[in-house]
């Protein structure tokens, strides 16, 4: 299929909430190849459409876990449960996320330690499944573009502090800002 770029911080389709999907056709499969290629391509653990500019509810993810769940999929319309989010700081070294629509910068960031996962597969088969530790956060991550937020967006005071001078050194913001996986260099130097 095709690698297609990812937009970056800014870009409207980021911040609004995507639109359910309701076909489910080759249209869509070949949205999620293309997604699969671009998260190949990126090194990425996970993919939201809207990251590459469709506002459609559905997100890829590439992680091997210890809850029994393939470590290769798509959810489509997703819905999430959480456990309660500690009130703790967030560990520097233990609890830092990155983010190929934030390319290269990574910022610490409490997550839920479990996440109840449901939706939908590719041909529109329910699907349904935990998620604990790292993989429940890929997955509070990727839910999370599909409502319009990125995790910088859900940073402390410290750490928000340094994502907004980031963003104001990088120009971001605006529209019009995106990289192409395999042909603009790794922001995070994989």
């Known amino acids: 299929m095709a690698v297609r770029p990812i937009v970056i911080y800014g870009e409207d389709v980021l911040h609004h909430r ?4 309701v ?3 080759d249209e869509l499969r070949a949205l999620i190849q293309d997604m ?6 990126a090194n990425g653990v996970g993919l939201a459409a809207p990251q590459i ?17 393939p470590a ?17 700081q967030p560990d520097p070294d233990e609890e830092v ?3 190929l629509s934030a390319p290269g910068l990574s910022f610490p960031l409490k997550r839920a330690e479990y996440a109840r996962v449901e939706g939908f597969n590719g041909d529109g088969e329910p699907i349904s499944f935990e998620a604990t ?10 839910y999370d573009h599909l409502d319009g937020f990125l995790y910088v967006d859900r940073l402390n005071d410290k750490w928000g502090r340094r994502w907004k001078k980031a963003k104001k050194q990088l120009d971001w913001g605006v529209a019009g800002h995106s990289w192409l996986p395999g042909v603009d260099p ?3 130097g994989h």
């Open 133 to 142: 530790g790292w993989f429940a956060r890929v997955m509070q991550h990727e």
């Open 18 to 21: 995507a639109q359910e999907v």
């Open 36 to 41: 699969f290629d671009t998260q190949d391509e």
């Open 23 to 25: 076909e489910f056709d």
């Open 186 to 188: 790794d922001p995070f």
């Open 53 to 69: 500019g469709v506002g459609l509810r559905l997100f890829t993810y590439e992680f091997a876990n210890e809850d029994g769940v």
């Open 72 to 88: 290769r999929g798509v959810v489509v319309n997703p819905r999430l449960t959480l456990s309660k989010v500690s009130g703790a």
């Open 97 to 99: 996320e990155g983010c």
